[in-house]
């Protein structure tokens, strides 16, 4: 009976402290898309205080910028690269403190590199995926010789195509369609130019998705026949036995996100946590998972040689120099560019 009561005890015991990590696990809180919460992409986390930190979701990065502006407080949030020179602006984030980070001699110098992880000698994010936005369409109704980006505007789709409701994303992709010299800093032509064109498409467009999910969905069920989405779409579909892929000639029209983690300022949890997380994210392991289970390139260049070399190379990692080269880059867009873009694509969308 001493024993059962001694054993009974120490079970409590275990259970009121398995309690409170998961407590001080969540306590964490993580400003995130939705997906991300994902266990796998941060198991010395999860190892470490027992369970998961807490999270609130964004479907853009215009809808999570308004947020915290707004007041909206947490300690982590993940926004991408061509956004982060309006949220310092903004005083949003605290500088990242890149000796904490276990992993960051390790992360690829080109991701490090990419305009807005560092901003005036200050680092402000430790960088966590990076991949494609492209047109994926259905190769059982579209030859891959005749998809193009101009199609989207072919009067045969009309109701057929889907983008996302978020102005840059669109914008990026009318550059590439109309041929302008730059993204980040069209000229009046280029952004009329880019703008025709996002008018020209509007007839076709079956809706503006703000959930990946709903694209895919639309895709796998031949609701819409293209596109614009994430590499992850793309996979999905293909594991999903969906004939579709994404267009990667970047003579056509390709672009390269980044994207990862900020500290922010309205963080009340203690450094060591905040850390411990960053670190978990940018970890080997972390990255080994995203490749093989969601099919996004990660920032740490360990996990492209302990991932599935079959994998790497059929999400076309392979070769990471190769597949910067000749796409275009989700930058930071001039402040009154960028104001102009939301405007005009609000109008747009309201068939103006």
């Not at 807490?54 to 947490?74: D, H, I, P, R, V």
């Not at 061509?82 to 992993?103: E, M, Y």
């Not at 609701?223 to 579909?237: C, D, H, I, K, P």
Request: net charge negative; with cysteine; aromatic share 12%.
């Amino acid at each position: 009976m001493k024993h059962f009561k001694t054993a009974l005890a120490a079970a409590t015991a275990l259970t009121a402290s398995a309690t409170i990590a998961s407590a001080d696990a969540a306590s964490l809180s993580v400003f995130d898309w939705s997906g991300y919460e994902d266990q796998g992409f941060y198991g010395d986390y999860v190892a470490k205080y027992g369970g998961a930190p807490s999270y609130t979701y964004f479907g853009s990065q215009e809808e999570a910028f308004t947020k915290l502006q707004s007041g909206f407080a947490a300690d982590l949030a993940h926004p991408c690269t061509d956004g982060l020179r309006k949220w310092v602006a903004a005083g949003l984030l605290k500088p990242i403190d890149t000796s904490k980070i276990s992993n960051w001699d390790k992360l690829l110098p080109q991701i490090k590199d990419v305009d807005g992880v560092t901003i005036d000698g200050n680092t402000y994010m430790v960088p966590f995926e990076w991949g494609n936005t492209g047109l994926i369409y259905r190769t059982d109704q579209i030859a891959d010789a005749d998809i193009s980006l101009q199609l989207l505007a072919d009067p045969g789709y009309q109701g057929k195509i889907a983008i996302p409701d978020a102005a840059s994303s669109a914008y990026a992709m009318a550059a590439l369609a109309t041929g302008a010299s730059s993204y980040t800093d069209m000229s009046e032509e280029e952004f009329q130019k880019a703008s025709d064109f996002l008018r020209s498409i509007h007839q076709n467009v079956r809706f503006y998705w703000s959930d990946a999910g709903q694209l895919d969905q639309a895709l796998a069920s031949g609701e819409v026949t293209m596109g614009w989405g994430w590499n992850q779409s793309e996979l999905n579909l293909i594991w999903n036995e969906t004939p579709a892929k994404m267009m990667r000639d970047v003579d056509k029209g390709i672009a390269t996100w980044v994207c990862g983690y900020v500290h922010l300022n309205s963080s009340t949890q203690s450094d060591e946590q905040v850390y411990d997380m960053l670190n978990a994210l940018s970890a080997e392991a972390s990255g080994k998972y995203i490749i093989e289970s969601w099919g996004y390139a990660h920032s740490n260049a360990d996990a492209f040689a302990a991932a599935d070399p079959e994998l790497v190379k059929t999400y076309g990692f392979a070769d990471v120099n190769s597949f910067f080269e000749g796409s275009l880059f989700f930058d930071a867009v001039k402040p009154e560019l960028e104001g102009r873009m939301l405007k005009e694509f609000e109008r747009i969308k309201a068939g103006f």
